[in-house]
Nanobody, 123 residues
Framework: EVQLQASGGGLVQTGGSLRLSCVTS????????IAWFRQVPGKEREGISC????????WYEDSVKGRFTISSDNGENTVYLQMNGLEPEDTAVYYC????????????????WGKGTQVTVSS
């Protein structure tokens, strides 16, 4: 059974930091691309960062470049998202998604995802 469990969200003030974790199981982590998406009510889920399970050069969406850092630990089948310099616009539910294949910010590229974790940034 494929499982992805995102955690680490919370309430922070503008400029604060959070570290999200995505613990995975049930699929070939090393051969997969794992992405972080986020969604606010009324809007589509958007991809913000992705990395291969074995590491390598990550992708970042422009609005998070320089503030967020994605990393993977293939010993623990876990992907992290370190979020610094948080802004109210970062408020969303954050999800991790995964599948074999290339990096993508399209949801259609991923078959596996789990429940999200809420991030709220107060001004």
């Amino acid at each position: 059974e494929v499982q992805l469990q995102a955690s680490g969200g919370g309430l922070v003030q503008t400029g604060g930091s959070l570290r999200l974790s995505c613990v995975t199981s049930g699929f070939s982590f090393d051969d997969s691309a794992i992405a972080w998406f986020r969604q606010v009510p009324g809007k589509e889920r958007e991809g913000i960062s992705c990395v291969r399970g074995t590491g390598g050069a990550p992708w970042y969406e422009d609005s998070v470049k320089g503030r967020f850092t994605i990393s993977s630990d293939n010993g623990e089948n876990t992907v992290y998202l370190q979020m610094n310099g948080l802004e109210p616009e970062d408020t969303a539910v954050y999800y991790c998604e995964a599948d074999l294949g290339k990096y993508s910010f399209l949801r259609s590229a991923y078959r596996f995802w789990g429940k999200g974790t809420q991030v709220t940034v107060s001004s």
